[in-house]
Structures are given as structure tokens and as C-alpha cells.
């Protein structure tokens, strides 16, 4: 089985300073993991995605994720916070020949001014 | 235009009565997934369908059915809507392609009510 563990459902950070959301993984075999955000009355949107290439992998709006094989983790990071930053982030995991995705409970980032 | 797309965007219905929530897409995908996403829950699995023939049950199947019209639409029923069924519905699709990692790709929702 896979799953996900996102730690802290709320994460305030200050306009300006570093975003660090943490997701750990669950998984028996090499994983697919995804970071999705979420804006107010939208849909999820792909962030970025590991899939066994590059262990750090960049994404959209200046976010990236660094794949630790030993920490079992996948978490989430910014350099510096912007207002529309805001949003709810939600990690996945998917593994090869497994075909659904399992999603995290998700964070919800404030940024503020 | 979108390339998935849900009707309707919002719904209030009453207890016991029939609802279906419609999801069309244009991005050729096989698969077709609907997700129901509840505060501190996350985004949880309905049903999910490779093609037109294939129907699955997710983790959380039970009030709801659903139907694959064609390749392009995926349709979710509640056939005695109650208030737990409460909550913001999504479909997705992805590939079916080797390489395509699962990616999933979001509609842009549909809030149910049942009062």
C-alpha cells in the first residue's frame, strides 16, 4: 500500500521568508510523488512531480521538492513567499503498475504581509 | 476552453433526492477519476474508470454510482443524496500511457449541498 503524511494542516509563513511544507511518504516499491496546489474555488493544479530522475526537482512559481530516498520524504520549498503564494497544498503518491493516486490531507498556507 | 470540465459548478439539493454531477473532458485521456475532498480529509477516492468498459469502485463508493457514457464523459450519481454527501467533488483524467506517472488533471469542481 502507499500513502502520504502531510505534517501541519496550517503553515503561516511572512511575505519574503522561506516556505517549507513536509510531506512523507509510504511506499513497498520506488515511488511517483506530486506536489498539487489548490486556489480558492479552483481545481488542483500539477506543481511539480518526481519520477525517479533527479532528486531535485523544480517546478512552476519558483517551488521545488527534493526527493530523500532515506528520509522517506518529499517536502516543499520556496526561497521567498509571495501573497499569491496562499493557496492549499496537497501531496500525492503514485507507484508504477498501481494506477490510482493517493492524495495527503493537505496544507493550507497563509502568507502574510 | 477548459479541458475538464464539471455541471454544475454549485448545487443545493434536499435529502433523498437524486443528483448527478457530469464531467466532460477534450484531453483524449482513458481514465477518469472522481475524488470527493472533505476539510482535514483530503481528496478521497469515488470511482475511477480506465475505459469504457471498466468501472471501479475508490475507498469510498458506497451512496454513490457512476457512469461512462464515452470515452469523454464520466458521470457521478448520488441516488438518495444525504447531508454527509455534503462536500466538494472533483474528476480528473490521466493517461494511460506508460510514462505518464498517473498525473492526474482536475476539473474545476462541483460544491454539493444536500440540506
Known amino acids: 500500500a502507499q500513502s502520504v503524511t502531510q505534517l501541519g494542516s496550517h503553515v503561516s509563513v511572512s511575505e519574503g521568508a522561506l516556505v517549507l511544507l513536509r510531506c512523507n511518504y509510504s511506499?513497498?516499491?520506488?515511488?511517483?510523488l506530486f506536489w498539487y496546489v489548490q486556489y480558492p474555488n479552483q481545481g488542483l493544479q500539477l506543481l511539480l512531480k518526481y519520477t525517479s530522475a533527479a532528486t531535485l526537482v523544480k517546478g512552476i512559481n519558483g517551488f521545488e521538492a527534493e526527493f530523500k530516498k532515506s528520509e522517506t520524504s518529499f517536502h516543499l520549498t520556496k526561497p521567498s513567499a509571495h501573497m499569491s503564494d496562499a493557496a492549499e497544498y496537497f501531496c500525492a503518491v503514485s507507484v508504477r503498475g498501481y494506477q490510482k493516486v493517493t492524495f495527503g490531507t493537505g496544507t493550507k498556507l497563509q502568507v502574510i504581509p | 476552453d477548459a479541458d475538464v470540465t464539471q455541471t454544475p459548478r454549485n448545487r443545493i439539493t434536499k435529502t433523498g433526492k437524486r443528483i448527478m454531477l457530469e464531467c466532460s473532458q477534450t484531453k483524449g485521456h482513458d481514465r477518469m477519476y472522481w475524488y470527493r475532498q472533505d476539510p482535514g480529509l483530503g481528496l478521497r477516492l469515488i470511482y475511477y474508470s480506465f475505459d469504457v468498459k471498466d468501472i471501479n469502485k475508490g475507498e469510498i463508493s458506497d451512496g454513490y454510482s457512476v457512469s461512462r457514457q464515452a470515452q469523454a464523459k464520466f458521470s457521478l450519481s448520488l441516488e438518495s443524496a444525504i447531508p454527509n454527501q455534503t462536500a466538494l467533488y472533483f474528476c480528473?483524467?490521466?493517461?494511460?500511457?506508460?510514462?505518464?506517472?498517473?498525473?492526474?488533471?482536475f476539473g474545476p469542481g462541483t460544491r454539493l449541498t444536500v440540506l
Open positions: 511506499s513497498s516499491v520506488p515511488p511517483y
Open positions: 480528473a483524467t490521466s493517461e494511460s500511457e506508460t510514462g505518464s506517472y498517473n498525473e492526474q488533471f
